[in-house]
């Protein structure tokens, strides 16, 4: 049986003016695979995100998403993904439990649905005693868990990661991490951007890094650590690979 791609890049070129912020890149991500997207800041791994989600109009080249065009089709496919920012850009005026009703409305999720699994969200990101204030009163972590609850209310066939753990709490990051594996083995695409390692070597399925616009690796740890003949952990191989690399 073949395999199901989700996501599949072409010649990828995004040029400002005459920097050349992503230089003709190729890959694809298949059907509920966690794919770790890794790179130093600058190497282009936020523009080719941003790419993908139809934030940013790529300068030459083919990405397909849900096999559908991004540039032609991308209010169909924003309709069947999350994205999750680095930073928690939220409603801040609105409660926690205004803004979850709000995505749940956009997404079209039932309001049958929604009445069961907001109330589930918040007590399994221990929200629940906060529902009702303001977000703007919220710490990063708590905005992070609104947001990461608000992506898995309307169930997304992808979901888009930058930094999805940044601010949160040792126990809220394990459930996290344990979440999107399961979200994963039920046919969930995960493509997933940290500078967190450990997380992509024990989460991730394949690891593509990049640098300066460039692929300059893409497999399974396991054989990245043939590449470079260690069997490091995955620090110590990203090192290795982007040594000298610019």
Avoid: W
Avoid at 42 to 47: N, S, Y
């Amino acid at each position: 049986m073949d395999e199901v791609i989700s996501i599949e890049v072409k010649n990828l070129v995004k040029k400002y003016g005459d920097f050349e912020a992503v230089k003709d890149i190729s890959f694809d991500v298949k059907k509920g695979e966690i794919f770790a997207f890794l790179g130093p800041n600058g190497a282009g791994k936020t523009t080719t995100v941003k790419i993908l989600t139809g934030l940013l109009k790529p300068s030459s080249g083919e990405v397909s998403v849900l096999g559908m065009n991004v540039s032609r089709d991308i209010d169909k496919i924003k309709s069947k993904i999350g994205f999750v920012p680095d930073q928690p850009y939220v409603y801040p005026y609105l409660t926690a439990f205004e803004y979850m009703r709000m995505i749940g409305d956009v997404y079209k999720v039932p309001v049958e649905k929604q009445q069961k699994m907001i109330p589930e969200m918040f007590e399994m990101f221990e929200l629940d005693g906060r529902s009702s204030e303001i977000i703007d009163s919220f710490s990063h972590g708590m905005k992070q868990k609104l947001v990461i609850s608000g992506v898995l209310l309307h169930a997304p066939e992808i979901m888009f990661l930058d930094e999805p753990l940044v601010g949160l709490d040792p126990r809220s990051a394990k459930l996290v991490k344990d979440i999107f594996a399961k979200l994963a083995r039920n046919g969930t695409t995960i493509f997933m951007c940290t500078h967190v390692l450990d997380i992509a070597q024990k989460l991730s399925d394949r690891i593509c890094i990049i640098n300066g616009g460039k692929i300059l690796a893409l497999d399974t740890f396991e054989n990245l650590q043939k590449r470079v003949d260690s069997q490091s952990d995955l620090e110590s191989v990203y090192l290795d690979i982007t040594e000298g690399v610019s």
